[in-house]
T-cell receptor, first 117, second 114 residues
Framework: DGGITQSPKYLFRKEGQNVTLSCEQN?????MYWYRQDPGQGLRLIYY???????QKGDIAEGYSVSREKKESFPLTVTSAQKNPTAFYLC????????????????FGEGSWLTVV | AQSVTQLDSQVPVFEEAPVELRCNYS??????LFWYVQYPNQGLQLLLK??????LVKGINGFEAEFNKSQTSFHLRKPSVHISDTAEYFC????????????FGKGTRLHILP
């Protein structure tokens, strides 16, 4: 079955550490997204990428970094500069032509919980 | 700028009763509208979306929503809820032919009471 795989499901980070969340999709989608979810805050966009080797900052990119070297992969690194990283992180993707051109559906992974210890 | 407001953060409903989850949006240009559902500890999945045409949109699991342009609303309804509908529901909007982003509301948690 096609889908989006996020790993790990649970991750603990020590103060000052960088950690990387993996996101892989086998849907052949062009666009990929990272969202952060905090209780009562809804989803906030961290980064998105519409094609390989290109990505744009979202609304809360500070303290995060991404890469898009392959169409199917969009890893997110939470750096030590992110002062409050404890949250639920969601990776998502959409087919070609993006959201706003054709109203495409966003497909989400199962999410990753990151906790600072 | 566009925005989405979900008027209720939590909605308790008895099983088999009807429910309406309210969503209002703000935009000066054409938009697409979506409702997504998130079951506990999972990602989101699409319930339904409005792109154009009929203002009454039917989705999965017996849900439907009505687009009301004059009131800038897109309320979600179900005539009879089941315990399995316990989840968080997100309204979202994207602007037609604009930068490729979607704006989510803060969510409404639906509690089904036995």
């Amino acid at each position: 079955d096609g889908g989006i795989t996020q790993s790990p499901k649970y991750l603990f980070r020590k103060e000052g550490q960088n950690v990387t969340l993996s996101c892989e999709q086998n849907l052949n989608h062009d666009a990929m997204y990272w969202y952060r979810q905090d209780p009562g805050q809804g989803l906030r966009l961290i980064y998105y990428s519409q094609i390989v080797n290109d990505f744009q900052k979202g609304d809360i990119a500070e303290g995060y970094s991404v890469s898009r070297e392959k169409k199917e992969s969009f890893p997110l690194t939470v750096t030590s500069a992110q002062k409050n990283p404890t949250a639920f992180y969601l990776c998502a993707s959409t087919p070609g032509q993006g959201l706003t051109i054709s109203g495409n559906t966003i497909y989400f992974g199962e999410g990753s919980w990151l906790t600072v210890v | 700028a566009q925005s989405v407001t979900q008027l209720d953060s939590q909605v308790p409903v008895f099983e088999e009763a009807p429910v309406e989850l309210r969503c209002n949006y703000s935009s000066s240009v054409s938009v697409y509208l979506f409702w997504y559902v998130q079951y506990p500890n999972q990602g989101l999945q699409l319930l339904l979306k409005y792109l154009s045409g009929s203002t009454l949109v039917k989705g999965i699991n017996g849900f439907e929503a009505e687009f009301n342009k004059s009131q800038t609303s897109f309320h979600l309804r179900k005539p009879s809820v089941h315990i399995s509908d316990t989840a968080e529901y997100f309204c979202a909007v994207s602007v037609v032919w604009r930068d490729d982003k979607i704006i989510f509301g803060k969510g409404t948690r639906l509690h089904i009471l036995p």
